[in-house]
Each structure stands twice: as structure tokens, then as C-alpha cells.
């Protein structure tokens, strides 16, 4: 069974930094396309970033410039590295596999307030 175990969350003000990491255990992970979704309240769960097994990186628009999504095949670990956060990105963030068919877990809440 695979698991997924969040860290990097937190409180930041607008303009801040936050690395998320996404550690996996089982599930092949090197082979996977990964991704970071989030879901803000009263909202739909939202694709942000995609990494395939070979390095190609895709973005939501809201997103492009702002967020790096980064892998470490040797540490089964997926890293979203987030700047200049705007209150608007205020969500719990989650990972899974491309195909999103892994139990999610609880994800890591990123705050943005001032």
C-alpha cells in the first residue's frame, strides 16, 4: 500500500516561501508522473504542477513563474517550492501520482495572510 507523508506547510505573509516535500513509500515511484494538487474551502480539488518520470515540469497558469515542482528519485520525495505566495494560494496541498489513484492522506495546509 502506498503512503504519502506531507511536510514543508505553514503560515506565511503575501511575498513569502514555502517548500513543500511529498515522501512515498512503495509504488514505484521513479516510473510515476508525480503531481501537487490543492483545494481551498468551499472549492474542487485543483491540478497546480506536474513532473514526469523524466524531468518535464507543467504548470496551472495561476501558478507559471511563481512555483518550481522538483523530484529526488534516490528519496521516492516530490518538493513543490513556492514564492512569492499570494493569499489566493491559501489551500491544503496534497500529492499523488499523475492518474491521482493513490489514497491522497491528509495533505499540508499552506496559509498566506498578512
Known amino acids: 500500500q502506498v503512503q504519502l507523508v506531507y511536510s514543508g506547510g505553514g503560515s506565511v505573509q503575501p511575498g513569502g516561501s514555502l517548500r513543500l516535500s511529498c515522501a512515498v513509500s512503495g509504488g514505484f515511484f521513479s516510473s510515476q508522473a508525480m503531481a501537487w494538487h490543492r483545494q481551498a474551502p468551499g472549492n474542487q480539488r485543483e491540478l497546480v504542477a506536474v513532473?514526469?518520470?523524466?524531468?518535464?515540469?507543467n504548470y496551472v497558469d495561476s501558478v507559471k513563474g511563481r512555483f518550481v515542482i522538483s523530484r529526488d528519485n534516490a528519496r521516492n520525495t516530490v518538493y513543490l517550492q513556492m514564492n512569492n505566495l499570494k493569499p489566493e494560494d491559501t489551500a491544503v496541498y496534497y500529492c499523488?501520482?499523475?492518474?491521482?489513484?493513490?489514497?491522497w492522506g491528509q495533505g499540508t495546509q499552506v496559509t498566506v495572510s498578512s
Open positions: 513532473i514526469h518520470s523524466g524531468g518535464s515540469t
Open positions: 499523488n501520482r499523475l492518474n491521482g489513484d493513490w489514497d
